[in-house]
């Protein structure tokens, strides 16, 4: 069993920067694909970023190239999001999933079956 605890979240004006976080408490955290989604209200949840198990590949939907970048530590069991130039439709709350290492990165929900409770972004105009 994966748990996943995410921090960081929180209110920030256009143009500002958060560092999201997510710790797993998990032995094997090295031998999975981590990822960031989000889900802003009345929407579905949406894929941000994700990075492969050694943190030599990694995957951004187009809203977030150039502006988020994905990072792990594996000695800390953590998994970052970096979000800067932050724009008011950014604001949800951004979830971290844990899903199997092999093969490509996946961008759907499906493909994560653990995940933390979620951390709450709001960027205000």
């Known amino acids: 069993q994966v748990q996943l605890v995410e921090s960081g979240g929180g209110l920030v004006q256009a143009g500002g920067s958060l560092r999201l976080s997510c710790a797993a408490s998990?032995?094997?955290?090295?031998?999975?694909?981590m990822a960031w989604f989000r889900q802003a209200p009345g929407k579905e949840r949406e894929f941000v970023s994700a990075?492969?198990?050694?943190?030599?590949?990694?995957a951004y939907a187009d809203s977030a190239k150039g502006r988020f970048n994905i990072s792990r530590d594996n000695a800390k069991n953590t998994v970052y999001l970096q979000m800067n130039s932050l724009k008011p439709e950014d604001t949800a709350v951004y979830y971290c999933?844990?899903?199997w290492g092999g093969g490509v990165l996946l961008t759907a929900v499906a493909g994560y079956p653990y995940w933390g409770q979620g951390t709450q972004v709001t960027v205000s105009s």
């Open positions: 998990v032995r094997t955290f090295s031998t999975y694909a």
């Open positions: 990075i492969r198990t050694s943190g030599g590949s990694t």
């Open positions: 999933g844990a899903g």
